[in-house]
């Protein structure tokens, strides 16, 4: 069967993520330049190639300075790791509508093994006439595993930012001629 390309639409598209701030409240942000792309057999998305970088300077939390703060060696290290990346070795299919992805997510240049439930829209035809496929994951990692270890205690106890990130991307591709 030929292989399909598919390229992310980056205006139906949101790397978004959530983390505790003084360990009560959620603080969200999300990487606003980003790119990835799918290559699948035919429209089986089963054992489907997927790669996916972000530029660490595009990083929004709707806040100036926490946004600086984020992109300097306490954190992302923008300057020494301008992107994180992600590429997947495994995409299997769980049933219908539902997969799960396992690939090397790479942060400050450190690569983990990661694995996240894909929830599958299905494939459809936008009013123009483009095919389209969508994704939704959803998933949690520990900020300290990829060495963005910075934090500052509380003077009542617990810290200031949690290790656990949660991760909630929404993904629309749009299938390649």
């Known amino acids: 069967m030929a292989t ?5 639409d980056p205006t139906h598209s949101e790397i978004g993520f959530k983390v505790k701030h003084m360990m009560f409240t959620n603080v969200s942000g ?5 790119d990835a792309t799918i290559t699948t057999d035919g429209d089986n998305f089963e054992n489907a190639t997927i790669e996916f970088s972000a530029d660490i300077a595009s990083v929004d939390t709707a806040n100036a300075d926490r946004d600086g703060h984020l992109r300097s060696g306490d954190f992302f290290d923008a300057e020494n790791h301008p992107k994180l990346t992600f590429k997947a070795s495994s ?3 769980i049933n219908e509508g539902s997969y799960e992805i396992t690939g090397d997510l790479n942060i400050k240049g450190v690569s983990k093994s990661v694995t996240f439930p894909v929830e599958y829209s299905g494939i459809l035809t ?3 006439g483009n095919t389209k496929v969508g994704l939704s994951i959803e998933g949690k990692i520990n900020r300290k595993d990829w060495g963005l270890n910075w934090n500052s205690a509380l003077e009542t106890g617990g810290v200031l930012v949690g290790e656990e990130v949660k ?3 929404e993904l629309q591709f749009v299938k390649q001629a």
Do not use: E, H, Q, R
């Open 167 to 169: 991760l909630n991307i």
């Open 126 to 128: 936008d009013p123009w």
């Open 30 to 34: 999300k990487f606003g330049t980003y």
């Open 91 to 93: 995409f299997k299919k």
């Open 4 to 8: 399909t390309k598919w390229s992310i």
